[in-house]
């Protein structure tokens, strides 16, 4: 029943190595997007997907590569890990409707990642 | 460009007490507004939202908030503090036009029994 799911919970890892975090959502949603949160809970958006489409791409490190291979899904690869990378990452999605655009974003539990 | 402020990182009431949390935006055109919560380890979750229509906005959990044009303003109250509602709040703004929400750098809400 989980809406937006991440896996995993939890990463911890070596700097230089490479790791991906799955997003998934069984909302209907058409767009879906990831959001970086750094110790300070600041929350920024990195990527946003629309049908697959990237439609927002902010100043972000290109290790970090998404990638959407069906509207339900996007993941988050990120290349060379640097201490700077630890974080959690939300997965969010939502509905960019014509009629009433409202744009809510429905989030996932988020995945705490560690580089040592 | 949209911006949003967050006045106070860190608010503490008593149980019982009024809640009062402070967000001012900045949107050259008609903005969408949110406030969403975060309890701890957890993601965030939708509290409520304006888009248009009445400014008095109805969350969940006993929470409000009015929109405010001519204050450019966004202040989520709610009468009476419970215990459980201790989380980090974001406030939250997106032009009508894009897809993309701003947010702004959150405040801590804690309650004092």
């Known amino acids: 029943d989980t809406a937006v799911s991440q896996t995993p919970k939890y990463l911890v890892t070596q700097m230089g190595n490479d790791k991906s975090i799955k997003c998934e959502q069984n909302l209907g949603h058409d767009t879906m997007y990831w959001y970086k949160q750094d110790s300070k809970k600041f929350l920024k958006i990195m990527f946003s997907y629309n049908n697959k489409e990237l439609i927002i791409n902010e100043t972000v490190p290109n290790r970090f590569s998404p990638k959407s291979p069906d509207k339900a899904h996007l993941n988050l690869h990120i290349n060379s890990l640097e201490l700077g990378d630890s974080a959690v990452y939300f997965c969010?999605?939502?509905?960019?409707?014509?009629?009433?655009?409202?744009?809510?974003?429905?989030f996932g539990p988020g995945t705490r990642l560690t580089v040592l | 460009a949209q911006s949003v402020t967050q006045l106070g990182s860190h608010v503490s009431v008593s149980e019982g007490a009024l809640v009062l949390l402070r967000c001012n935006y900045s949107?050259?055109?008609?903005?969408?507004l949110f406030w969403y919560v975060q309890y701890p380890n957890q993601g965030l979750q939708l509290l409520l939202k304006y888009t248009t229509g009445a400014t008095l906005v109805k969350g969940i959990n006993g929470f409000e908030a009015e929109f405010k044009k001519s204050e450019t303003s966004f202040h989520l109250t709610k009468p009476s503090a419970h215990m459980s509602d201790a989380a980090e709040y974001f406030c939250a703004v997106t032009p009508w036009s894009a897809s993309k929400i701003i947010f702004g750098s959150g405040t801590r809400l804690s309650i004092r029994p």
């Open positions: 969010a999605s939502s509905q960019l409707g014509l009629a009433e655009f409202t744009d809510t974003q429905y």
């Open positions: 949107s050259s055109v008609p903005p969408y």
